[in-house]
């Protein structure tokens, strides 16, 4: 059963080359059709403790959204400007998370996206080249972590190819090949994946390859032998790691993600779990809130889709200096309750790899202005900053009624430069993000079968021997 492609999805994939500026489209969300009812929300041995690349090594997909929220944004048309330091677009960006995966017998650290669909790993006999003009140089300049040889298991694909480009200029070229791949303890025979043979790339010394978490539709399998004379053809989509699994019946449609809260700033901290066929044996609150998922597709002026990602809908967000607070989030008119900051539809994209949340203007300014002192917003940065001891309001996200509060540890982020922003910043009129500030406080679950997004709220610290969850008592 094709459990990702059941969905009518945008056009297929067709990477845009690097250039100095890009231009981006947003299409409207398509909404997922479920195709069984929802998973139970039961205990998998499937799990994979994560780890956090460097801090200045971005989620790829991320990166590409934040190439168009810091842009202008007219008619659904996003402009890419260059703006702002590339460590402060870090900050912004996020963080990659890294899981083992088994090839072949052998394990690599490779990254984990939400916003791509490709399994690969870089070649032992690759070619490092410059992004920024494809010169040939020392291949230690793409910082990759240990290479990967061909097995015994592994087959290179015919007439095929892969390659992709992203948004900074960073490209991809190698060749399509199966391979035996082990991921979370599950093992797939003949996984198609993509081999790195020619790479443009800004590593973390770390990490390998990559698993994309998302959809059939964003894989790079092109037809030939020669990419960049293929690279004008339409992809050929195959079926990604997780898909395989939820086809072949290993295990159920489903995976989650906790992340973890860090302060080490070490380039190697804990990231979280990542758990396939059902949830992680952590704490949580005893109530889930569902959100069906729609699929936002941003695509390059070309007409040529180059992401897709997962979103939801969001009732709005819960805002007050007074932390006794009781909000109307059934949005009754209550006037004994604080009402939500809201409007008639939000399509929200949850992103791991998006460090805070770009929530709407007048949300930013309204948490903004809770602050004690206020936050402000700073024309140099493009960021709101904030005294790193000030005192911090209130904030919560409404999904299906219920509303997830953000423990303060994560409204207040040091930057590391000698001042503080907020976790949750303008989105400029662009597109809404709950990145890691939002889903730090709660186990996030993908049901794709079901096509929805649940929530839990997480245990995140005790204090004074209380359990507090997303930052503000629940009810277990």
């Known amino acids: ?284 609150g005893r109530f889930w809130a569902s959100a069906n998922i729609s699929v936002v597709s941003i695509d390059a002026l070309t007409g040529q889709p180059e992401y897709q990602f997962y979103a939801i809908q969001i009732d709005g967000w819960a805002v007050s200096k007074n932390w006794n607070a009781s909000f109307d989030v059934a949005m009754t008119g209550n006037t004994k309750k604080t009402p939500l900051l809201h409007a008639p539809t939000y399509n929200v994209i949850v992103d791991s790899g998006t460090s805070l949340i770009y929530a709407p203007t007048d949300v930013a300014a309204s948490l903004a202005a809770a602050f004690t002192p206020p936050a402000t917003f700073s024309s140099s940065v493009g960021l709101y900053t904030v005294a790193c001891n000030a005192t911090v309001p209130l904030f919560g996200v409404t999904i299906s009624k219920k509303v997830f509060y953000i423990n303060p540890l994560d409204l207040i982020i040091d930057t590391g430069y000698g001042f503080c922003v907020t976790g949750v910043q303008d989105n400029g009129g662009g597109m809404t993000i709950i990145g890691d500030t939002f889903m730090r406080n709660v186990l996030t679950v993908f049901d794709v079968g079901a096509a929805q997004v649940r929530f839990s709220a997480r245990q995140c610290q005790l204090t004074n021997g209380t359990i507090t969850l997303g930052g503000k008592a629940d009810y277990f």
């Open 1 to 284: 059963m094709r459990f990702i492609e059941f969905a009518a999805l945008a056009a297929l994939t067709v990477p845009i080359a690097a250039r100095d500026n890009f231009d981006f489209r947003v299409n409207q969300p398509r909404r997922l059709v479920a195709i069984q009812r929802p998973s139970p929300n039961s205990i998998t041995g499937h799990t994979i403790p994560l780890g956090r690349a460097n801090t200045k090594v971005n989620s790829l997909s991320a990166g590409y959204l934040q190439a168009i929220r810091s842009g202008k944004h007219v008619d659904g048309v996003y402009t890419r400007l260059r703006n702002g330091t590339a460590e402060l677009l870090s900050i912004g960006t996020g963080s990659a998370f890294l899981a083992p995966l088994s090839a072949g017998g052998e394990s690599f650290d490779v990254v984990i996206d939400t916003g791509s669909s490709d399994t690969w790993l870089v070649n032992s006999q690759f070619t490092c080249v410059d992004p920024t003009d494809s010169e040939v140089i020392d291949e230690s300049q793409c910082a990759f972590g240990p290479s990967y040889s061909l097995s015994s298991t592994a087959e290179q694909v015919p007439n095929r190819n892969f390659n992709i480009s992203y948004a900074d200029g960073e490209r991809l070229n190698g060749e399509i090949i199966t391979e035996d791949l082990t991921f979370a303890g599950i093992t797939i025979e003949n996984q198609t994946m993509g081999l790195v043979t020619v790479a443009g790339w800004y590593g973390d010394g770390t990490s390998s390859g990559l698993v994309g978490l998302a959809y059939a539709s964003l894989t790079n399998q092109y037809s030939g032998s020669n990419p960049s004379a293929d690279i004008a053809g339409l992809n050929i989509p195959y079926n990604p790691l997780l898909t395989s699994m939820f086809a072949q019946n290993l295990t159920a449609p489903i995976f989650s993600i906790a992340l973890d809260r860090d302060n080490s700033q070490s380039a190697q901290a804990a990231g979280g779990v990542l758990a396939v066929g059902g949830i992680p044996n952590i704490p949580h």
